[in-house]
Nanobody, 126 residues
């Protein structure tokens, strides 16, 4: 069982930045797909960024490409999402999620991930 605890959400004006953190209760240094999944009101869940921890190669949704950056601190079992140039449409609850896998692309659907954090609200005002 992997427990994920997020932090770092909040309110910011458009164009601003936030950094989300996700600490895992166990080592996820290899063999896990980890990522951030967001849920906006009235919208479907979206995997905005994902990473295979064995390779540390990250993939991004087109909606955030060039603005969001995923990174990891293996020693702290922590995943980060740096969000820059935020837009009002980025407003959502952001969940850290993970599942054990050796998949290099981590393409599991947004509702099919195994482990979830409690979510953190990100609100971007115009």
């Amino acid at each position: 069982e992997v427990q994920l605890v997020e932090s770092g959400g909040g309110s910011v004006q458009a164009g601003g930045s936030l950094r989300l953190s996700c600490q895992a209760s166990v080592s996820t240094s290899s063999g896990y797909c980890m990522g951030w999944i967001r849920q906006a009101p009235g919208a479907e869940r979206e995997v905005v960024a994902r990473i295979q921890t064995s390779t540390s190669i990250a993939f991004y949704a087109d909606s955030v490409k060039g603005r969001f950056t995923l990174s990891r601190d293996s020693a702290r079992n922590t995943l980060y999402l740096q969000m820059d140039s935020l837009k009002p449409e980025d407003t959502a609850i952001y969940y850290c999620a993970a599942y054990p896998s050796t998949s290099l692309l981590c393409r599991r659907g947004p509702s099919d991930w195994t482990y979830w954090g409690q979510g953190t609200q990100v609100t971007v005002s115009s």
